[in-house]
């Protein structure tokens, strides 16, 4: 009633428009209330079938960063060519002109040089009309150094649903019609890519469905779970190949999807290899398996200790390689969580058969050796066959989005070959296979671009765009940004507050805000819905901002035609026209708009192709604008079993997919494939680099001066790296299990508190081999002794007055993870690697 009372103000004048809330990656389709041209009040869109007209906290978040007093509101130039963290760039306000002609004198210049393979852009977060920005310009200037976020995201993630069932992608999941979810660093009530949907759901599930939790803290989703498993950080894979050791030793497995011995009976005994009667494609070097199709045993086979298999590929490999031994008393030690339990919620999950869920998610997965992690966990869904299934883990359905025009045509010679050079992040390197795709350097490795700067290797970058991303603060040993950033001649930060990046810039752009200001599409999955959601012009912009992924960009092509390179301004203007009426975009603001009809033209345009096909019939543009979101069909299961995009076409328990992979970037590399294990780091020899498997944590610093396994995790209110200078994040800091308001907490075991003496409050110097943060010290029950954990967010030394705690002096509110996170990375994805307890630490009383 409360609550109702408080929101007739709202209701009673105005107008609810569509957006779309990128707080994070659930990317929900919200509603605006708009009241005089203010934006007061969020509401999820109740059109949306993926979060079904809910929201959760952090669209409301969004207010204060829309209406903070502390953004950009013209553009600023420095005037002290000094760079570095605490000087002041002496910024000074200049027209929106004056600072294009800037920006394009300096691109003509690496032009006129011969050298535009110097110029880079960085992207954080996006819209997908990321690709006028992002792709064509790097491209049509000579540029290959297009640079995203993604490997200090979740890149890691997705290696594990790829080189298991072909999906380089994130999954949506049956809540609805689950029996048991085992969450592996996932807190879905608070975080991860469906918070919405999972916080209205999750009350259901707690009927229907076992809740386990794999963290080391004790999180939102695993204070109300059936089975807390508090795992010691970065030791995920062995507990995961536990699991998978029980499910085959107990004979738990789905043996509709996986199959099973001729005379059933289970040759899976601990400690002893099953005869391979079936030929050992390895043995062979066969690159291809399809031969061996669903439950058609080759005939040589008679013995009665063959193993069906159907759905998926190589059990029997992966157990005698790798589980055989990997019984729950060996992974007790590893990982601190009791045998017993292994067990419990191994055969568990098992017993739920395919209406199972092995929910993965970076807190498993971007770990040094975090690879074998994500694919371990994952394949238990293989072991269940809960993939594809009703109940278990699915994917995305087709959307009918088109994409940007082809660039070729309007690359000149200079161009098409400057844009092929080697990428400033290192991928394809011998230490950086970055296999995205199955392919050598075929993802990105965005924290090695800071070192690639540093060394000016594989070549010296002179002038760089970073829209919507602030790897100043967001990277894993940011200190080496802000050195790489020092170093850069020329800088454009293209974002709505003075970030931390912003600090480092010759050029600040003020940007539109994503949710009220720009126009834009994003595509998303919850709730067994994929989605085509607007982010739309809600109220008219604030200050003398311009749209990112659009604006900018066409304002720098008018002003590099001007220079006579008019290459960047015919691909924008020829390429890119209203599909209602053929018209030309001959402004910034035409051109956001045709572009994004164009792109999004299938979701309600009824002469497009693809009109219908997978989902809702929008009835014209307006129409759209007026709903804000296109809903797909429900998704069918089934259709992929057998049809995987690995490939053998099953689920790889022995991945074919990886294997070649990695012999593709051995060969690159004149080099075997233990040759690429022992570059990126991984201890695992021979055939275990194609099966799931168990790998230790690799942590620095030396156990008797750093006593403490440093982790970490993200709040319910993060906004990624955007919500501290939100008065609401501050007072509300709380609602994180162990958080206090307007701080920012060392969470540590009582038992280890008591022994350093410490008390709640007390201010701690938290120290690992790259650096020295401080925080107030939490007691807190919620992590086993030995760990300390922290939040991610806080320790902003620059963005706005609320974010830091003296904004004109540079001082930092609490502290940084990524300052004391070694730069560790997780390398056969190219990721980040800032969980697993990369970094060990010493906590000291300041
Ligand atoms: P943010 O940190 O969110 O993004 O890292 P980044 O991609 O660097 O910063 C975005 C910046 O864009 C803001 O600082 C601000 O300068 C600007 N900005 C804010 N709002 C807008 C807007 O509406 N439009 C535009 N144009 N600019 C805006 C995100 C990355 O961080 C991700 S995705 C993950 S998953 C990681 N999370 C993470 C973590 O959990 N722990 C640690 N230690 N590090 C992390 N880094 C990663
Ligand atoms: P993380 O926050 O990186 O990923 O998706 P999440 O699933 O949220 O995972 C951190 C979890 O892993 C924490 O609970 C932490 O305690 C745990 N953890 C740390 N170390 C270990 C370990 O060694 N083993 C295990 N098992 N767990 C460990 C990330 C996704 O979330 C992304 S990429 C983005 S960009 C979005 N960002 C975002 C946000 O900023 N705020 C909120 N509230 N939700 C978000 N959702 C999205
Ligand atoms: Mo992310």
Redesign the pocket.
Known sequence: AASAQAQQPAEAAGKWMASTCQ????WCPVQVKVVDGRAVHLRGNPLAKANHGKI?P?PHLALQQVYDPDRVRQPMKRTNPEKGRGKDPGFVPISWDEAMDMLADRIMELRNDGEPEKFALFRGRYTYLRDILYSAVPKIIGSPNNISHSAI??EAEKFGPYYVEGLWDYRDYDLEHTRYVLC????PV????Q?PHAINFWGNMRDNATVAV????L?ATAAKADEWLP?I????GALAVAMAHVILAEGAWNKTFVGDFVDGENRFVPGQTVDEPQPSVAAEGAERTEGIVAGDAPTSRTSASVFNEIHTHGVVQWWNLELKDRTPEWAAERTGIPAEQIRRVALGFAAAGSRAISWL????S??ARGGYSAMATHALNGLVGSIDAKGGVVAKVKDPTGSVPDMAPYQDELAASHSKYDKIDQRGTLAFPSLNGGKSGGGVVTNAAADGMLAKSPNEIKVAIAYWSNFGFSTSGSYRWEQALSELPFFVHLTTNASEMSMFADLVLPAAHQLFEKWGYIKGKQNLHSYVSLNQRVIDPLWDVKQDETEVPFMLAEKLAERGFDNLYRYYTEGFADPETGAAPTNGEEFTEYALKMLTRGCWDSTHEDYGKYGDRLEGWEDFKEKGVWNSHRYEYGKRVDNFATQTGKVEFYSETLKTALRGHAERHDTTVDGVLEATNYVGRGELAFVPHFEPALRHGDEVEYPFVF??????????GRSANCTWYQAHKNVDPGDENWSDVLKMNPIDADALGLDDGDMVRITSTTGTITAQLKRWEGLRPGTV?KCYGQGHWAYGRVAAANFAEHVPLGGNNNEILYPEFERLSGSTA????PSRVKVERV
């Open positions: 707080g994070c990656t659930s959760c952090r995201c979740a592996w660093g996932a807190d608070s975080s991860n890519r918070v794999v963290d080391p803290r999180s795992v950080p970065g030791e995920d998610s970076p807190g498993a971007m770990q982790f970490e995790h993200r709040s319910r209110l993060n906004r990624e954990a800032r969980h697993g307890g």
